[in-house]
């Protein structure tokens, strides 16, 4: 039983010194403890079953015990630790910041911010509470190395940092510790094995992975191998990765946050997509699923819930249980049953949805020039005429929601609890009311 170690190091394996060496005699794993009835296992290995169930019985309690449950009152009272984001406002919607002891992903596009997001984090967790936590960071990309210049950029600029010129924890860049994965080999192996002594030679509080998706990407998406069989093995690849991050914030009471991608949606052919159409058009889902049916399929009376399909008929799922309509609660796009921009989906799907404890979506829409018969901004989404002047890209807006967490509550539908972000020099900066009617006004008088 190689893994009793592993899983739990401080298991007493002195108690249990007659019996430990011939369950590992015979390859039986800590899961195969809890999962098999002790008669079993003791006709396997000739043990007594009373010993086995006493061994058992402490498996159980050793695991409960390490499972540290957080009350929900205590988080409110601000007991938990958390890593802020350099601005008072975007911290207010994230519950404080970003929580120690758990898993959290920034899931946006390119460009939505999600980097700006991450090298925040890597200053603020050098900072002393209520900022940070007083330790290191750890920074291990799968993609571009780590971005040295912006974070000198944001030492010098950002106003909480440059607070105190004389501050004796002030940020370094001494303190950010890297790492590259290019490949899955690679990743298994730094994160196996360099990881944890890193984490036990240096005072580690803040564990960043940018991104979670690319390797996997890479590697389980080639032509020519079995779909089915990649995907199986991605999956447990993914439960493996999802245990170890896991492992590491809870034991080292730190925070561990990924960077992850978004995949467009869409629709089956011959549908149009919700966000295409204009508000009070119809209400079905546009997210591309297999359990649709064409257009035109559904029967025209109703049918027993106790009927069988004929051969190659295609009978469509209930939309309740369908993944069209399932996935908006955990993805961040779809819930929004108007909503008039394109839809994402997370990488590395509903598997790696249930190994993080917080999901945070970020959201990018583009800003038009003001045309000459126009006195105001053109969206992305408002509608203008083909060929009308004005259609030059002149900024971005951002945008930020919590999609799920255990300790704050999520946003609304759509963009509507959503919190508006700039990138500045300094950092992440939160987009308030009065500035926005500001900008619209200095617009005008241009015109």
């Known amino acids: 039983m190689t893994d009793l170690r592993r899983i739990l190091p401080t298991f007493p394996t002195a108690s249990f010194a007659a019996l430990l060496p011939t369950v ?3 390859a039986i794993t800590t899961t195969d403890l809890l999962t098999s009835h002790p008669a079993d296992i003791a006709k396997q290995t000739h043990l007594p079953i009373l010993d086995l169930k006493r061994l058992i019985a402490t498996i159980q309690a050793s695991l409960s015990d390490d499972l540290k449950p957080t009350d929900f009152s205590e988080e409110q009272g601000n007991s938990l630790a958390c890593i802020s984001t350099l601005d008072p406002d975007l911290d207010a919607a994230l519950g404080g910041g970003v929580p ?40 291990i990309s799968t993609e571009s190395g780590l971005s040295t210049s912006r974070l000198s950029q944001i030492l010098r600029a950002n106003p909480i940092i440059n607070q105190r010129i004389d501050y004796v924890d002030r940020p370094s860049l001494d303190n950010i510790l890297s790492a590259s994965l290019p490949d899955l080999e690679s990743q298994e192996h730094i994160l196996n094995y360099q990881v944890p002594v890193l984490l036990e030679r240096h005072n580690v509080g ?28 991605r999956s447990n690849d993914l439960i493996k990765l999802g245990a170890l991050l896991r492992d590491w914030a809870r034991r080292h009471d730190l925070a561990v946050v990924v ?59 209930p939309p309740a249980l369908a993944l069209d309509h399932q996935q908006r609660w955990f993805t961040g796009w779809g819930d929004d049953p108007l909503a008039t921009y394109a839809l994402k989906t997370p990488s590395l799907g509903l598997v790696w949805s ?12 583009p800003v038009y020039g003001v045309s000459h018969r126009t006195a105001a901004p053109i969206m ?4 203008f005429a083909d060929g009308e002047t004005g259609s030059t890209l002149r900024a971005w807006r951002r945008w930020m929601k919590v999609v799920f967490a255990p300790h704050v509550q999520s ?23 009065k500035k926005e009617e500001q900008t619209s006004g200095d617009e005008k008088n241009e015109e």
């Open 24 to 26: 590992e005699q015979h």
């Open 100 to 139: 120690t002891g758990r898993i959290t992903e920034f899931a946006g596009e390119s460009g939505a911010g999600k980097t700006q997001f991450l090298l925040s984090l890597c200053l603020a967790v050098q900072l002393p509470a209520p900022y940070g936590l007083s330790r290191q960071a750890l920074y």
């Open 206 to 233: 803040l564990i960043i992975l940018d991104s979670v998706a690319a390797n996997y990407r890479a590697e389980f998406e080639r032509e020519g191998s079995s779909r089915g069989s990649n995907m199986a093995a």
């Open 259 to 317: 960077a992850n991608q978004v995949a467009d949606r869409f629709t089956p052919v011959g549908s149009t997509p919700r966000w295409s159409q204009h508000q009070g058009a119809t209400q079905d889902t546009p997210l591309a699923s297999r359990s649709n049916a064409p257009r035109g399929s559904m029967p025209s009376t109703p049918t027993s819930s106790l009927s069988f399909s004929m051969p190659n008929e295609e009978t469509p799922a």
């Open 354 to 365: 249930t190994q993080i404890a917080m999901r945070i979506a970020l959201f990018k829409r």
């Open 380 to 383: 992305a989404d408002d509608e």
């Open 411 to 433: 946003s609304g539908q759509g963009l509507q609890g959503a919190t508006e972000f700039e990138i500045t020099l300094g950092g992440l900066k939160t987009v308030t009311k």
